[in-house]
């Protein structure tokens, strides 16, 4: 199976903040990978997909890059809305793998 | 507006058997292909299963296969996870989402809010 590692498993960051967090993956999957947010008691949203393309109605301040075993997600200018857990997930081979998660927290 | 909503969750026996559902409204159900993730409690997301639009392709994942099953009805626009010999290992959140492609692409772009299982004795 694919390993994904991400870091920081935890960020604490102010709003206005520019965050950036990675994913590396145990082999290379070329850019076939997507960055989900996770909020309690909703339902899970698709951020980006292809490494880097952003999904229809997720804001601009979202953004996607890397190819390979590395990745990264940033988020420019961080919001009140955007405090939540993201991960991500290689759709290059089965079974699909998800990364343990980023939790990022209001500081 | 595009939904996924699951039901048939609660607190079961380990041994017992319990069956998932989930309803699809908002798109053309039968052209795309769908998926089970799950989520222990504060632990992160896995795979469970998958199956195309026609049925034709099923995947498992290893720690579920034999136990688990998913299929889906077309006409009633449901998605369904029957799972046997359940572990307290399966407790989880487990979500019905959708593949953005008929084949099972793996990339998925819609995600119901899940529904709780919970096994203990």
Wanted: net charge positive.
């Amino acid at each position: 199976d694919i390993q994904l590692t991400q870091s920081p498993s935890f960020l604490s960051a102010s709003v206005g903040d520019r965050v950036t967090f990675t994913c590396r993956a145990s082999q290379g999957i070329a850019s076939y990978l997507a960055w989900y947010q996770l909020k309690p008691g909703k339902a899970p949203k698709l951020l980006i997909y292809a490494a880097s393309t952003l999904q229809s109605g997720v804001p601009s301040r979202f953004s996607g890059s890397g190819s390979g075993t590395q990745f990264t997600l940033t988020i420019s200018s961080l919001q009140p809305e955007d405090f939540a857990t993201y991960y991500c997930q290689q759709f290059n081979l089965y079974p699909l793998t998800f990364g343990g998660g980023t939790k990022v927290e209001i500081k | 507006e595009v939904q996924l909503v699951e039901s048939g969750g609660g607190l079961v026996r380990p041994g017992r058997s319990l069956r998932l559902s989930c309803a699809a409204s908002g798109f053309k159900f039968d052209d795309y292909g769908m998926h089970w993730v799950r989520q222990p409690p504060g632990k992160g997301l896995e795979w469970v299963s998958g199956i195309s639009w026609n049925s034709g392709s099923i995947g498992h994942a290893e720690s579920v296969k034999g136990r688990f099953t998913i299929s889906r009805d077309n006409a009633k626009k449901f998605l369904y996870l029957q799972m046997n010999s359940l572990r307290a290992e399966d407790t989880a959140l487990y979500y019905c989402v959708k593949d953005d492609a008929g084949s099972l692409r793996g990339l998925l772009d819609v995600w119901g809010q899940g529904t709780t299982v919970t096994v203990s004795s």
